[in-house]
């Protein structure tokens, strides 16, 4: 039996995703925590393809966010892992992946706590995976 909160493979995490999706609003902030591999861009794709991305979701590796249309306005998904290194750097580097209109979804939000003050960004919910054997996750969701 799965607890209510863990999920049993990928395809479970994206619904769960998509569940999240459906109760957020423009300009809403999802910050998505856990451990390498514990599924983060998963439920992310879930949830961007519920709000209706259509192109393959991969994680931004290479750059800090991507930007999509979504069905109801602009979509961002960052992933912050390297930000440590990049403090030098434009401190509006991010601000592009942020706004009134704009639903952002940020892998490792840990990493920005000194260079931005992602609580002022309009946090939403704090989202936490965590492996839990095998494909098994624990997804919790705090915020409201
Ligand atoms: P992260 O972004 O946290 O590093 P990813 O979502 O990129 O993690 O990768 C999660 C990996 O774990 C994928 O290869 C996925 O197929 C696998 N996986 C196995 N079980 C699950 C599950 N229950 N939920 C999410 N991913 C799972
Ligand atoms: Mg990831």
Redesign the pocket.
């Known amino acids: 039996m799965l607890a209510p909160s863990e999920?049993?493979?990928?395809e479970?995490?994206e619904r769960a995703g998509a569940a999240l999706a459906a109760e957020l609003q423009p300009g809403d902030v999802v910050l998505v925590s856990?451990?390498?591999?514990?599924?983060?861009?998963?439920?992310v794709r879930g949830a961007l393809r519920a709000l209706g991305v259509t192109e393959a979701v991969t994680?931004p590796t290479f750059v800090v966010g991507l930007l999509y249309d979504g069905d109801a306005g602009p979509l961002a998904h960052l992933d912050l892992y390297r930000l440590a290194g990049l403090e030098d750097e434009d401190p509006g580097l991010l601000d592009p992946y942020f706004g009134p209109e704009t639903i952002s979804f940020v892998?490792w939000p840990e990493r920005a706590e000194s260079m931005v003050e992602l609580a002022g960004r309009g946090v939403a919910r704090h989202v936490t995976?965590s492996h839990a054997g095998g494909?098994?996750?624990s997804i919790e969701v705090r915020g409201a």
């Open positions: 999920t049993d493979g990928p479970a995490t856990g451990d390498l591999g514990a599924g983060k861009t998963t439920f994680s892998e995976l494909d098994r996750r």
